[in-house]
């Protein structure tokens, strides 16, 4: 793992009703959609486990170690919405930017909060928007009003937003 530093591999936006609004792959050509559409929908089992113990925080930390590589780290919003960060430990190689980082044995909770409240601040700006109808995306009125529109999110704006972040994030970042 020499000369390698963590990276995001995966970013998915799950609703308050357990339905996915938003998945990211980084890079996208590499990474294999349907597996890590099936690990967002494990962790939904591991935010239902932790919820009763939770109180105002709303940073979920690790929600498990998939393998040596991949990591998952949950955050839920007051509204229900739960962000998931899937990093690979051995996501990229590391730049002259990146030598501090390559020195680390692990990655730290805090390593990721950046990250978390970027996503957070991008989907308040995505609520925010006039045009934009959170309950359009939930399943339960999509199907009701026999909506033929989808439950995932289309916004060009919070979908590059995402992008930013998710190839903007290394550890040791602060500020996103």
């Not at 991949?70 to 962000?83: D, S």
């Not at 409240?117 to 609520?127: C, H, K, N, S, V």
Request: charged share 20%; hydrophobic share 40%.
């Amino acid at each position: 793992m020499a000369g390698r530093v963590p990276s995001i591999a995966c970013i998915g936006i799950i609703g308050k009703h357990n339905n996915p609004l938003h998945i990211s792959l980084f890079p996208p050509e590499a990474r294999a959609p349907l597996e890590f559409s099936f690990l967002l929908s494990s962790s939904l089992d591991i935010f239902e486990a932790r919820l009763p113990h939770k109180t105002a925080d709303q940073d979920f930390g690790l929600l498990q170690a998939v393998d040596e590589r991949l990591a998952m780290y949950g955050w839920m919003t007051n509204t229900g919405v739960k962000f998931v960060i899937i990093v690979d430990m051995e996501g990229r190689s590391a730049t002259s930017s990146d030598a501090k980082v390559t020195a680390a044995v692990g990655l730290r909770d805090a390593d990721v909060k950046p990250a978390f409240r970027a996503l957070q601040t991008a989907y308040i700006g995505l609520m925010r928007n006039p045009f934009y109808d959170p309950d359009q995306h939930s399943p339960l009125t999509a199907n009701a009003a026999q909506s033929v529109g989808s439950t995932q999110i289309t916004s060009r704006r919070f979908i590059d937003e995402v992008k930013r972040i998710g190839e903007g994030w290394a550890p040791g970042v602060s500020n996103l």
